[in-house]
């Protein structure tokens, strides 16, 4: 294999024996730009050897570059500033941008932290064993689930970040402003889906604790006939989380009243193994582009977009829980993304 030193030797033999560039290209020994460039340099300096590069020196080695690293996953909280000082203590002098610079070179930028529901050791214990249960269901084994639970709409609280394209002068002018209060109302929802489409959806009384008794109201008259017209005299399983009202007496009596069959056990704070959870956010981004300004259109939007959810979006929701469950177990019980 040709080193570069021959290379470069060789191109200026030839242009030492009258060849032009032109020439010298058509050997395909380098590329025509390389083939100028190094004719250029020989006529510069009357040498072979190649310039160094023009630029300040690099401020830190390879392996003071390692401990920037290290330091920055040992707190991946610490600011460019205080790595800068940190590594200043480590004989390198640079600044919180070349510390940037660094890290940015490592794939490491700057994101806000995930918010994801803290998991205790039984927490990850009680996933595990969920996820090695049904491990080896398919996506036709999760369309014979209908899942389940609860979740707040708030007036004026944009769901996920909102953002707006302005210009740098722009940004308390009225299109680009996100009204804000200080004590948004709220209303509570619940809601279920199967591979077979939407539920239907329950309003919760205002100031009304969803207690045993009101949750036995909604698997009653709501849940049922749900049940009947997705399922008919088809045996499916129902899904809940672990809320104590869920868990009372009364409704495990009920449910075995009604020759229901639970999925689970279900582990507790575990949202990324519920895909309503992917059906609240895809609700909520669509209620929140309607805008609504006051308590009743919030819930005629809440209701409209519920019903406008096709069978198309909770069909391919139930089709990704066996890479759920797949992610989950690979990730030993901790979080996932959903």
Not at 16 to 45: H, L
Not at 154 to 181: D, I, N, W
Request: hydrophobic fraction near 35%.
């Amino acid at each position: 294999m040709v080193t570069c030193k021959e290379m470069h030797a060789v191109v200026i033999a030839l242009h030492k024996k009258g060849f032009t560039g032109k020439d010298i290209d058509t050997s395909k020994i380098a590329p025509k730009s390389t083939i100028y460039r190094i004719i250029k340099n020989f006529k510069e300096s009357g040498s072979i050897v190649v310039k160094k590069a023009s630029g300040h020196p690099r401020k830190s080695s390879k392996c003071q570059d390692r401990l920037l690293k290290l330091i920055q996953l040992r707190d991946r909280g610490t600011t460019s500033t205080e790595l800068a000082q940190e590594w200043q203590q480590a004989g390198v002098s640079a600044s919180a941008c070349t510390v940037r610079q660094r890290l940015l070179e490592d794939g490491l930028v700057s994101r806000r932290a995930a918010k994801k529901p803290l998991l205790s050791r039984k927490n990850i214990r009680d996933r595990l064993i969920f996820c090695k249960r049904y491990r080896d269901w398919t996506a036709e084994d999760w369309g014979k689930v209908i899942f389940s639970d609860e979740s707040p709409f708030r007036l004026f609280g944009a769901f996920g970040k909102t953002l707006v394209r302005r210009r740098q002068v722009e940004r308390y002018h009225q299109s680009c402003v996100m009204p804000t209060v200080k004590h948004p109302e709220t209303i509570h929802v619940w809601g279920s889906f199967s591979a077979k489409g939407v539920g239907s959806l329950t309003i919760l009384p205002k100031n009304t604790a969803t207690n045993k008794e009101w949750y036995q109201h909604i698997l009653r008259e709501e849940l049922l006939p749900t049940i009947q017209e997705q399922f008919g005299d088809e045996q499916c399983l129902f899904q809940h989380d672990g809320a104590p009202c869920h868990k009372a007496k009364v409704i495990t009596k009920w449910l075995g009243e009604q020759n229901m069959d639970i999925l689970g056990p279900w582990s507790g704070n575990s949202p990324d193994l519920n895909p309503i959870e992917s059906l609240w956010s895809i609700h909520k981004r669509q209620v929140d582009k309607q805008k609504p300004t006051n308590s009743d259109k919030l819930q005629a939007f809440i209701m409209q977009e519920w019903a406008a959810i096709s069978q198309d979006v909770a069909q391919k929701l139930i089709d990704s829980m066996p890479g759920w469950i797949a992610e989950v177990f690979k990730k030993k019980g901790q979080h996932c993304k959903y």
